[in-house]
């Protein structure tokens, strides 16, 4: 047998694929992000728990759980900086994702933490912030994001992005 080492032949290409998925019961929570600008998690109907992203049953109980708003800042439990990532991110790498614990929320959502000074210290665990909501909303998870709570005012003020409701 060769000791010749093996190396696969690898070809690039590209996949373009049109499709629709239903959101099911979640769609009240990007029905409001969108049109609304309000973040909805569920309260479990027994136990009390708000969960954030929304679970349409309890995931500790199963019981029934109802729509309420929390609130649009929070603190940043775990996160990283992101290098590499999909075509769908890579103009806005570098970026941060984090686990942020939503005010009122008992659970935490990853969701993208921008800064205009990237640096670990801006999206370190325990850092406050606040949601920033693009003007064009799509009902997507990308129609916010996070920002430190000192760089709220400057991101809510430049052309493509708003402030909550
Ligand atoms: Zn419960």
Do not use: H
């Amino acid at each position: 047998m060769s000791k010749e080492r093996f190396q696969a032949l690898e070809i690039r290409d590209r996949i373009a694929i049109n499709y629709k998925y239903s959101l099911g019961g979640q769609s009240k929570f990007f029905i409001e992000l969108k049109n609304n600008k309000r973040i909805l998690g569920t309260k479990c109907t027994k136990c009390g728990k708000i969960w954030m992203p929304p679970r349409i049953n309890c995931s500790e109980c199963y019981t029934p759980a109802e729509w309420v708003e929390i609130k649009q800042t929070g603190v940043i439990m775990v996160s990283t900086i992101v290098w590499y990532t999909t075509s769908a991110f890579i103009k806005a790498i570098p970026y941060g994702v984090g686990f942020i614990k939503i005010d009122g929320a008992d659970t935490a959502l990853l969701q993208g933490i921008f800064s205009e000074n990237l640096v670990p210290s801006k999206v370190k665990k325990g850092k406050r912030v606040k949601a920033v909501f693009l003007k064009e909303r799509e009902g997507k998870m990308t129609d916010f994001f996070f920002v430190p709570e000192e760089e709220y005012e400057s991101w809510i003020n430049k052309p493509e992005y708003e402030g909550g409701s």
